[in-house]
């Protein structure tokens, strides 16, 4: 099978990806502690990489899936998370049960997408229902 252009990119880098875009660590740290996940959310860390976001996730006691297109990733991502669900998967299509998340993440992909909308409509699809809109809403101011 061949990989899309973009995957097959991804693929070839894989072995120095964390070294070559070191800021993917400080970026997700950033963002979980601002997310601040409560402990058991049940996450979707879409585009995964070699797993800023997973990493940060899990210290903050998340339950974490993981969904990458490149092979590789994935392999690296288990090496380092040996007990996280990992997945290599298109993310316009990822086989998951629809309203199972609390949380999904996807750092730095959406643009490299080949359909973006339908990533995004198939991250809002395995999103539980329902919004704490009040928590939220503190968060921000």
């Known amino acids: 099978m061949e990989l899309d252009p973009v995957v097959a990119h991804f ?17 997700a740290r950033e963002a979980v502690e601002r997310i601040a996940p409560p402990a058991e959310t049940r996450a979707l860390d879409l585009a995964a990489g070699r797993g800023a976001f997973t ?19 994935v392999e690296l991502l288990n090496q380092d998370h040996p007990g996280v669900e990992a997945h290599v998967m298109d993310l316009t299509h990822p086989e998951l049960r629809s309203d199972t ?4 993440t996807c750092g730095f992909a959406l643009h490299i997408v080949s359909d973006a909308r339908a990533a995004f409509d198939e991250a809002c699809r395995v999103l539980k ?10 968060r921000l101011t």
């Open 11 to 27: 693929e070839s880098v894989t072995d120095v990806y964390d070294e070559v875009l070191p800021f993917f660590s400080g970026f």
């Open 55 to 73: 990493s940060e996730l899990l210290s903050h006691g998340a339950k974490v899936v993981v969904v990458d297109a490149a092979p590789r990733m």
């Open 101 to 104: 998340f609390d949380l999904v």
């Open 129 to 138: 229902p329902g919004l704490d809109r009040a928590r939220s809403r503190r």
